[in-house]
């Protein structure tokens, strides 16, 4: 689970509200990976109401109450779901897969719970897997295809690649941002194997200011 996240939040609300002419956003979209499906009470009982404390910590900076919409999603990429083209006009390049956009919500889904299955990238090699999508909570009240479209387009903003990815972009900076802070740590226990100090390990690590809201590890 994630530490910290009301403070994690909070910090980007303040970014937020210091770069568009002091304004905090009407409506929070939140991707979370990596969780399985028996965790979601935990995430829905922590998580989500991390987050609604940092929109209360946030209020109170500005002086108002701010009680913005929130959606959280859940992503999944570890599953053994594959979807085959049932014609064979729609099958695409020599494997025959799904062409990218391809959406399933329906028969092979939850018949109650909001979740969807998503083929977001085109299958250059291989059988395309599709990402599973769960929606957890949903104060927007997003429609199935105005939900599905804001992912489907998500995935056609990844700075590294010039066509649509699996996943959405900012999951894919989320991992890329965890797996830079990884190097970072594997490097400091490396030049220091008999002197672990956890709160200067977080000095040495901090990321300079000038750099801390730019996507440098990307």
Do not use: W
């Not at 910590?57 to 990429?77: C, D, F, H, W």
């Not at 909570?137 to 700075?159: I, K, P, R």
Request: glycine fraction near 4%; charged fraction near 20%; aromatic fraction near 12%.
């Amino acid at each position: 689970m994630i530490i910290g996240l009301d403070n994690l939040v909070f910090n980007l609300f303040e970014a937020f509200y210091m770069t568009r002419e002091k304004t905090l956003p009407e409506n929070i979209i939140f991707f979370r990976d990596g969780v399985s499906e028996g965790q979601f009470k935990h995430v829905l009982g922590k998580e989500l109401l991390a987050i609604r404390e940092a929109c209360r910590m946030a209020g109170r900076k500005v002086g108002k109450e701010y009680r913005p919409s929130i959606t959280l999603v859940v992503v999944q990429k570890r599953h053994h779901t594959r979807i085959f083209a049932a014609n064979p006009a729609d099958r695409v390049g020599k494997s025959e897969n799904i062409p990218a956009g391809t959406v399933v919500d329906h028969s092979i889904t939850h018949p109650f719970e909001n979740e969807f299955f998503l083929c977001s990238h085109a299958g250059i090699q291989g059988t395309s897997k599709p990402a599973k999508y769960y929606v957890l909570h949903d104060d927007a009240e997003f429609s199935a295809d105005q939900l599905q479209c804001l992912v489907y387009n998500l995935c056609h903003t990844y700075a590294r690649c010039p066509r649509s990815v699996s996943i959405p972009s900012p999951v894919y900076y989320a991992h890329l941002a965890a797996f830079r802070a990884r190097s970072y740590v594997e490097r400091y226990l490396d030049m220091n194997p008999h002197n672990i100090n956890i709160p200067k390990m977080a000095e040495a690590l901090e990321i300079d200011t000038q750099y801390r809201r730019q996507l440098f590890y990307a």
